[in-house]
Structure formats: structure tokens, C-alpha cells
């Protein structure tokens, strides 16, 4: 878990989840904090703030949630600035590595990590990237002429069918809800690079059973397009919910004897 040297930014990859916990711990703010933005920076690429946390108000300097919109095998800078009545106080660095991520394609919801789901790869069509503009004939003969607006970003985004499998029951269930939140989706492919890491509109979803009901997968089928980042805020942690709190802790009063504070209960501390 690394954390920055004043003791202000925790980032931890979760390998399982692909996608990094990040923690800002209030009390090491050397004077009180109000609001805080954290960025990321990942080499060769423009920094840009993490979803749901660009001037963000916090209690007290503390802050809990999750990023899993980083890209993935690399190394990831985060730097939180925080700020009280509108003045700076501190910033704080820390790098976290993102390789360890099992092979397949991740599939993720912009905002919403609890719906990130694995899915193994069947297949992926050829990737076609269409040219916008023709060629057309001269009237009365004297051959063809073509005209293209490929000089002014001209051509059309990567397009591909990929075929997946999912684990019959839990797995179809996390898929459909990933399709039933979003058509635009971030797909982070690991362990094969048919197709690019990148934003996808996802225009038509087939699903299949491929041999009978007592078959243990499920197949489906994407046709995406490379579309933009969407808009929207952030919510929600990656790998901590309800039901792993109630499994380790039966009751309120369990709870309250193992954590000393809420903000230890969503650090899993």
C-alpha cells in the first residue's frame, strides 16, 4: 500500500476489482481541510482528474472511494490537493503499480466500480475503421474523382464484434446489469491487444446459451464503436459492500468493536 511521505494519500491496487483504493487521511493535513481534487497522471498521457473527486467537499480532510478508470499494466501518479475557504494548504503524491489484473476483458461502468465485471474473450472480428467520403464518377465520362473530409478527422472510429463467456447465473447477472446501466462502457482488455483499452458505444448485445441448460457459461456478443469519455460524477467503492461488512460482523455492536470510526470501516482498517 503505497503512501505518500506525509502520510496524507494511500493508493492501493485491488487486482480483483482492477481498480485502485484511494484513501486521504484528514488527520495529516497540517491545518484543516475543506475541499480536495485528486488528479491522475499516468506517463505519456494528460493528467485529468479522477470522476467525482474535482473539488470535492470532505469532512474534516477525509476521503474514501475508488478509481477504475486508470489505465491498467502501468504505473499511476495521484496527487490530492486540498484547500480551506477556497485557499491552498497541501498537496501530496503517490504512485501505485496496475499490472496484476487477471486476463480478459474488464468491462466498467463510468462512476459506478461496484458494476465492474470480468468476462472471458471468445472472440474479436476484425476491427474496421471506415473512411469518410467516396469516389465518384465524372458525368460524361473521363474517369473518377474522390473527395474525402479525412483532413478534418475524417474517419470513423474503431468498430468490432467481440465475443465473450460468462459464468452461467452470477455472471450473466453482472454482465445484463453492466448493459442495463450503460451502452457506453470502458473496456480494459488483459493478456491480448486485438483491441485498444478505450471507451466503447456498445450498439447491439446478443446472449446465448451455447449448448444446453446445464452448460456453465453463457456467451455474448458486442458490437462496440471507440467512442469519448462520458460525463457524470463518481460513486461507490470497489470491493467493499454491505455484505462482506454483515459477513465479518453480525451484528452493530460488532461492528462498533472492531472499527474505532466509519472512515476505518470504508478503508477496511
Known amino acids: 500500500m503505497p503512501v505518500s511521505v506525509d502520510g496524507i494519500l494511500e493508493a492501493t491496487f485491488d487486482a480483483s476489482t482492477a481498480s485502485v483504493l484511494l484513501v486521504v487521511v484528514g488527520s495529516e493535513w497540517p491545518s484543516p481541510v475543506d475541499m480536495i481534487t485528486i488528479t491522475r497522471t499516468v506517463a505519456g498521457e494528460a493528467t485529468v482528474p ?3 473527486v474535482e473539488s470535492r467537499v470532505v469532512a474534516a480532510g477525509y476521503y474514501v472511494g475508488s478509481d477504475h478508470e486508470m489505465a491498467l499494466a502501468t504505473t499511476v501518479t495521484y496527487v490530492v490537493a486540498g484547500s480551506f475557504e477556497g485557499s491552498d494548504v497541501a498537496t501530496a503524491t503517490v504512485a501505485e503499480s496496475t499490472t496484476g489484473a487477471a486476463d480478459g476483458l474488464w468491462l466498467k461502468v463510468a462512476g459506478a466500480p461496484d458494476l465492474t465485471v470480468l ?3 471468445r472472440t474479436v472480428s476484425e476491427v474496421a475503421s471506415p473512411t469518410i467520403g467516396g469516389v465518384y464518377q465524372i458525368a460524361g465520362g473521363g474517369g473518377s ?3 474525402t473530409s479525412a483532413q478534418w478527422s475524417g474517419i470513423e472510429s474503431d468498430s468490432a464484434k467481440v465475443g465473450l463467456s460468462v459464468e452461467t447465473g452470477t455472471g450473466v447477472a453482472r454482465l445484463r446489469a453492466v448493459m442495463a446501466a450503460s451502452r457506453i462502457l470502458l473496456l480494459q482488455p488483459v493478456g491480448f491487444t486485438d483491441i485498444d483499452a478505450g471507451w466503447y458505444f456498445v450498439g447491439t448485445v446478443r446472449r446465448s446459451n451455447p449448448a444446453s441448460e ?3 457459461r453463457r456467451w455474448f456478443d458486442l ?3 471507440r467512442t469519448g469519455v462520458p460525463a457524470g460524477q463518481g460513486s461507490g467503492i470497489a470491493g ?3 455484505a462482506a461488512l454483515m459477513e465479518e460482523c453480525a451484528t452493530w455492536a460488532d461492528v462498533a468493536t472492531a472499527y474505532a470510526t466509519w472512515f476505518d470501516v470504508l478503508r477496511g482498517a
Open 50 to 52: 479522477v470522476r467525482g
Open 119 to 121: 468476462a472471458r474473450t
Open 145 to 147: 474523382v474522390a473527395q
Open 214 to 216: 446445464a452448460y456453465a
Open 223 to 225: 458490437d462496440i464503436q
Open 240 to 242: 467493499v459492500t454491505w
